[in-house]
């Protein structure tokens, strides 16, 4: 493991990438990657990671790692529609 980090390390600087950048990609990685592992889960993501979800949902929106799929809606608003639809 640490062969393989020391030589990613080797080709960032061979290859020109300033610190701050390389950091940047780490992070954005391993931020896609634990929201990914936990389905969507941002709570047990930021446990994963280590970090306050606060600050993970931060860096969601700094790095517009948004997913896609709709969110769900919350139980009472999906309560309110099947009585309406009942109701209708």
Do not use: C, W
């Amino acid at each position: 493991m640490k062969e393989t980090f020391e030589d990613l390390v080797d080709h960032l600087l061979e290859n020109g990438f300033f610190m701050e950048e390389a950091v940047e990609i780490l992070e954005r990685t391993l931020i896609a990657r634990a929201v990914e592992r936990t389905e969507g889960n941002r709570l047990a993501a930021s446990k994963l990671l280590g970090i306050h979800r606060n600050t993970l949902q931060r860096k969601i929106m700094e790095y517009k790692l948004e997913d896609q799929r709709p969110r769900k809606r919350p139980v009472h608003e999906a309560r309110a529609a099947r009585r309406r639809a009942k109701a209708g």
